[in-house]
């Protein structure tokens, strides 16, 4: 079959591959339909490559048919429609029962220390082949795969694997009380779509701040207050003007939706790009010990968010030695909450809102839809926000 793999920094390609096959008996193999390029491939294809392996599968926001199911996975059977989260997860340990299929004790990757499994991620979540490809082994079937109707476009479900339960996660731990505000730092793919359930959700004062104008024009014609990162000399000017919204007090809550990927920081960027060109023996263990991320994003939240505030984080940091503000967190008394998105916690809750009236608008929230032959280039036109690439889907 037809896969993106990773070759190297910046170097995707797509190549012929082994089918996948049934390895365990909870197994399932998909034939894929449509499958997302996500901001998180991103750091792939930059930021974590010390963490890579030439040939390694990528992709985790993949939906598709089931071709074939395990004997001990009795709830699908081939020719379901099915999306998949991109976490893999039992369904029945504690952590699973308590909505937390992240942090599986079922298939947590022990050896690096590391939560539950990701599909099309580094080696730290076990190198899973992931779905950018024709087709993809889904472990654990009996529990991770979201049945879906037939009818409809792959657009009105393939969020499901990620955006929508990750946007939805941000909005939950923001915790926005009634009647309060929400600052979104990022209107990427859940940036915009966490300014469109908090909408939803009845939170009146949203605000987004981004610096790419297709971005920015999105947000504000879903309702979103937006702030443009080009109109301010500094950051405190950024924080001084959304304050000004919220009587000086700034916003109830910040969620982050930028992550590793933000703008400044130097050093930090230094240390991520030696590690990144460095023979694997050794820059992987100084990238996994002395990783700092750049943390613009999440140092604007902290001076934004009011005093007694909470700071959402959905944008991905993978730092070990991240320097953090600890004073003026504890003396702003700042709740902070953070994580991978727990996928099969929130699909339920989700589901009802991709009716024929979407009020999340996923019909058309992606910019564009692309062969899979043509990824190489998107990943670079993505990375470079150029042409208006907000969201990329790819289809096999």
């Known amino acids: 079959m037809k896969a993106v793999t990773w070759q190297g920094k910046r170097d995707v390609r797509v190549e012929e591959v082994p089918d996948p096959r049934i390895q365990e008996p909870t197994d399932a193999v998909i034939r894929v339909t449509s499958s997302g390029l996500c901001g998180s491939d991103l750091h792939l294809y930059e930021v974590l490559t010390p963490f890579m392996t030439p040939g390694d599968i990528l992709g985790h926001e993949p939906m598709g048919i089931v071709e074939e199911v395990g004997p001990e996975v009795t709830g699908l059977k081939p020719g379901d429609r099915v999306v998949v989260p991109f976490q893999i ?131 504000r014609e879903r309702g979103v207050e937006t702030f443009d990162l080009r109109s301010f000399d500094n950051e405190k000017e950024l924080v001084s003007a959304i304050q000004d919204r919220t009587g000086g007090r700034g916003p109830d809550a910040v969620i982050d939706a930028v992550g590793t990927e933000a703008h400044g920081g130097v050093v930090a960027k230094l240390v991520q790009q030696t590690a990144a060109v460095m023979p694997r023996a050794i820059g992987s263990p100084l990238a996994e010990r002395f990783s700092v991320d750049r943390l613009a994003a999440l140092y604007t939240a902290i001076d934004l968010v009011r005093r007694g505030g909470t700071i959402s984080l959905s944008g991905v940091y993978g730092g070990m030695a991240d320097p953090m503000p600890m004073l003026t967190m504890f003396d702003k008394q700042i709740q902070l909450r953070m994580g991978q998105a727990n996928v099969r916690r929130w699909s339920d809750q989700i589901v009802p809102y991709l009716t024929d009236d979407d009020p999340l608008g996923v019909d058309d929230f992606a910019t564009h839809r692309v062969p899979l032959a043509q990824a190489p280039h998107w990943y670079e036109m993505f990375q470079k926000k150029q042409d208006g690439a907000v969201k990329v889907l790819m289809k096999p």
């Open 89 to 219: 997860a039992c369904g029945h340990c504690y952590m699973c029962g308590t909505g937390l299929p992240t942090q599986c004790e079922t298939t947590q990757v022990t050896g690096e220390g590391m939560g539950a499994p990701l599909f099309g991620y580094t080696r730290l979540y076990g190198a899973v082949p992931g779905g950018q490809a024709e087709y993809l082994r889904v472990p654990q079937a009996q529990y991770g795969p979201i049945k879906v109707p037939e009818g409809p476009a792959d657009d009105r479900f393939v969020y499901l694997s990620d955006v929508l339960p990750t946007a939805w996660q941000a909005v939950e731990y923001a915790a926005v009380p009634q009647g309060g505000s929400l600052a979104v730092l990022g209107l990427g793919p859940i940036g915009d779509m966490a300014c469109r359930i908090a909408r939803l959700k009845g939170v009146d004062k949203v605000f987004g701040v981004d610096l790419v104008p297709e971005r920015l024009e999105r947000a």
